[in-house]
C-alpha cells in the first residue's frame, strides 16, 4: 500500500520569498503524484500532478514540483510567495494498478508574514 | 459549470443519532469518493464509486457507517448511531472516470459535530 509524509505540519514564510514543501511517498512501482491546496473556507483545488515523463512539473498559480526517484520526493516549490497562497497544502500518491483511491499527507499549513 | 456541491454545510447531531450526507458530484463525473478531514488527521479515504458501485469500502471505520449512490449521480454517506469521534468535515469528490491519475474534484464539505 501507498503512503504520504509531509514532515513540516506548519511554515511560515515573508511575502515574497521563496517556499519549498517537502513530501516524502512510499510505493512499490512509480507512483501518480499531486498537490492539492485547500484555500479557508473552501474545497481543496489541485496545483499539479506528476505521472511520468519529465520531473519537473509546472502547475497553476506559479507553482512547481520536482519528483525525484532516488528520494522518493515530490517537493512543491514557487520562488515568490504571495499573501494569498496562505492555505493548507496536501500531497497525495495514487497507484499506478488496481487500487484506484488517493492516499492524502497529513498537510503543511502556510503562513504568510508581510 | 456546476461544481460539486455537499449538503448541508453544517450538520450538529446529538450522540446515537443518525445522520445523512449528500454528495452531488459533477455531471458526466462517473466517479464519486468520500474522505473524512479531522483536525491534523489529513483525508481519510473512506469509499468510493464507480457508477453506482463501490468497489473500495476499506475505508469506512466501522459498520455504522454506510454510502449508496444512485442513478449513477447523488451520493448519501450514512452515519447511524454517532460517536463524539465522528466528528469532522466530511469531503467529497468526483472524477470523469475511477482511475488514480484521474483528478478529482472536491466539494466544500460537510463539517459534522456530535454533541
Known amino acids: 500500500a501507498q503512503s504520504v509524509t509531509q514532515p513540516d505540519i506548519h511554515i511560515t514564510v515573508s511575502e515574497g520569498a521563496s517556499l519549498e514543501l517537502r513530501c516524502n511517498y512510499s510505493?512499490?512501482?512509480?507512483?501518480?503524484l499531486f498537490w492539492y491546496v485547500q484555500s479557508p473556507g473552501q474545497g481543496l483545488q489541485l496545483l499539479l500532478k506528476?505521472?511520468?515523463?519529465?520531473?519537473l512539473v509546472q502547475g497553476i498559480k506559479g507553482f512547481e514540483a520536482e519528483f525525484k526517484r532516488s528520494q522518493s520526493s515530490f517537493n512543491l516549490r514557487k520562488p515568490s510567495v504571495h499573501w494569498s497562497d496562505a492555505a493548507e497544502y496536501f500531497c497525495a500518491v495514487g497507484a499506478n494498478f488496481g487500487n484506484e483511491k488517493l492516499t492524502f499527507g497529513t498537510g503543511t499549513r502556510l503562513t504568510i508574514i508581510p | 459549470g456546476a461544481g460539486v456541491s455537499q449538503s448541508p454545510s453544517n450538520k450538529v447531531t446529538e450522540k446515537g443519532k443518525d445522520v445523512e450526507l449528500r454528495c452531488d458530484p459533477i455531471s458526466g463525473h462517473t466517479a464519486l469518493y468520500w474522505y473524512r478531514q479531522s483536525l491534523g488527521q489529513g483525508l481519510e479515504f473512506l469509499i468510493y464509486?464507480?457508477?453506482?458501485?463501490?468497489?473500495?469500502k476499506s475505508g469506512l471505520p466501522s459498520d455504522r457507517f454506510s454510502a449508496e449512490r444512485t442513478g449513477g449521480s447523488v451520493s448519501t454517506l450514512t452515519i447511524q448511531r454517532t460517536q463524539q469521534e465522528d466528528s469532522a468535515v466530511y469531503l467529497c469528490a468526483s472524477s470523469l472516470v475511477a482511475v488514480s491519475y484521474n483528478e478529482q474534484f472536491f466539494g466544500p464539505g460537510t463539517r459534522l459535530t456530535v454533541l
Open positions: 464509486f464507480q457508477g453506482n458501485s463501490a468497489p473500495d
Open positions: 510505493y512499490g512501482a512509480t507512483p501518480y
Open positions: 506528476y505521472f511520468s515523463g519529465d520531473t
